[in-house]
């Protein structure tokens, strides 16, 4: 069982790509209903859209008081992708999924292979933000 409500979509066995809502948004407004989950699977990719703790159908999951938002959810993203048997991924993060996203990357550099940060604050604070940035910029 998944710690958080998952949406899948495109092609079975197409290399993962990951998709992070916005604050006050789910999974099915950012990305079914804008023709993402469709597209990205038309082009030959298997699609994952996680709810994040208290939007769409995980509105009932919420973070534990001490919980660091950002760094809490990337855990519980990571965890539910492990029990979805996804290895490696690209992950898209919109607006504040950004830094779930950025967390992701963080999390587990060995398994995200493309970060990508659409509307998201350039002024998040991300562990490690400088070593992720120069990686980006010269990936060998």
Request: aromatic share 6%; with cysteine.
């Amino acid at each position: 069982m998944t710690i958080l409500a998952w949406q899948r979509g495109g092609t079975d066995g197409g290399p993962a790509v990951v998709l992070i809502h916005g604050w006050a948004s789910d999974g099915l407004s950012d990305f079914e209903r804008t023709g993402w989950v469709a597209g990205l699977g038309r082009a030959g990719l298997s699609v994952y859209v996680p709810d994040l703790p208290g939007h769409g159908e995980s509105a009932d999951i919420l973070l534990p008081p001490d919980a660091e938002p950002a760094a809490w959810t990337a855990s519980a993203v990571t965890a539910d992708l492990d029990r979805l048997h996804v290895g490696n991924f690209a992950v898209c993060g919109y607006a504040d999924g950004g830094t779930v996203a950025a967390h992701l990357a963080v999390r587990a550099p060995e398994r995200v292979h493309r970060l990508v940060l659409v509307g998201s604050d350039d002024r998040v604070e991300v562990p490690y933000a400088e070593e992720i940035a120069a990686v980006l910029r010269d990936p060998a």
